[in-house]
């Protein structure tokens, strides 16, 4: 089974020993700047999809509006609203 850096998890060990050792030679720095980019990746693409999610929601529920109606009226025999 391979270890995984808990940091950044780009990098797989065979051993701890491996990992201590990759550590000193220099992972320390190229973890910290992938963990960084993974931040700045998020905080710029979480707003867009964010965004792009609820526009998404609003124009599915407009849609999914005739099948929950047909839905009802299937289920009563008659339509949901008078």
């Known amino acids: 089974r391979l270890l995984t850096c808990s940091a950044c998890q780009q ?3 065979c051993s701890k020993d491996c990992q201590i ?3 000193k030679e ?3 720095n190229l973890c910290k700047q992938n ?11 979480s707003p867009i999809f964010t965004k792009a999610f609820e526009q998404w ?4 529920s407009y849609f999914m509006i005739p099948v929950v109606y047909h839905l009802i009226r299937e289920k009563y025999q ?5």
């Open 57 to 60: 929601r609003s124009v599915a």
């Open 26 to 28: 220099g992972h320390k």
């Open 11 to 13: 990098v797989d060990y």
């Open 78 to 82: 008659s339509p949901p609203f008078q």
């Open 35 to 45: 963990v960084r980019t993974k931040q700045l990746m998020d905080e710029s693409i």
């Open 21 to 23: 050792a990759h550590w």
